[in-house]
């Protein structure tokens, strides 16, 4: 059981499709987080998202498009992605400001694929 | 910048047995978290014990302790009675608080139970 959801669990896409990778927190958190699990090397942020403002984007290319509507949603829009974008995505939540009182909870993960 | 090393891609243990994962870190900052994190094959990323690194005594919790040495900049887990459903990757990772709270993972140890 999970206060984190991310749908859906699998993705497999070609490079010229458009995508969206969805997460939802269920835990009352103010800041949302998207990383990424390549294999053989450590998780790498993406972005951060404090009250539903970017505070983080950490280089990412631009065909990754992040969407934080409320502090419960958090949206990954992907198009144009190339074959090095495939990875495990995952979505974290935290209670800014608590630090190791409120530590980040995952999600179950997106398997990315692109063909 | 934060650096996170994990030297042990894979280790294994005998079910019952004790098993240290080691970790060292780099941090500038002088407050600070340590964090080790479990990501079985179901993929969701479990906290299993944290530090604050103005504590002195290292924290515990059931089966699950660290050795945190500050000033060598080390936070080894150790496993005891080690049991099957312990087996997973573990990820240590640092966080140091103030705006985005951002948390450095390592590449992660791949840890076996043998029966």
């Known amino acids: 059981e999970t206060g984190v959801t991310q749908t859906p669990r699998h993705l497999v896409m070609g490079m010229t499709n458009k995508k969206s990778l969805k997460c939802e927190q269920h835990l009352g958190h103010n800041a949302m987080y998207w990383y990424k699990q390549s294999a053989k090397k450590p998780l790498e942020l993406m972005f951060v998202?404090?009250?539903?403002?970017?505070?983080e984007n950490n280089s990412v290319p631009s065909r990754f498009s992040p969407e934080c509507p409320n502090s419960s949603h958090l949206f990954l829009h992907l198009h144009t992605l190339q074959p090095e974008d495939s990875a495990l995505y995952l979505c974290?939540?935290?209670?800014?400001?608590?630090?190791?009182?409120?530590?980040?909870?995952f999600g179950d993960g997106t398997r990315l694929s692109i063909l | 910048a934060q650096t996170v090393t994990q030297s042990q891609p894979e280790m294994s243990v005998q079910e019952a047995e004790t098993v240290t994962l080691s970790c060292t870190y780099d941090?500038?900052?002088?407050?600070?978290?340590l964090f080790w994190y479990k990501q079985p094959p179901s993929r969701q990323m479990i906290l299993v014990i944290r530090q604050e690194a103005y504590k002195q005594q290292n924290a515990t919790e059931n089966r699950f302790s660290v050795n945190f040495q500050k000033a060598a900049k080390s936070f080894s887990l150790k496993i005891s009675d080690s049991q099957l459903g312990d087996a997973a990757m573990y990820f240590c990772a640092s966080l140091t608080q103030g705006g985005s709270e951002k948390l450095v993972f390592g590449k992660g140890t791949k840890l076996t139970v043998n029966p």
């Open positions: 974290a939540s935290s209670h800014l400001g608590q630090g190791a009182q409120q530590p980040q909870h």
């Open positions: 998202y404090n009250f539903k403002e970017q505070t």
């Open positions: 941090t500038s900052e002088s407050d600070y978290y």
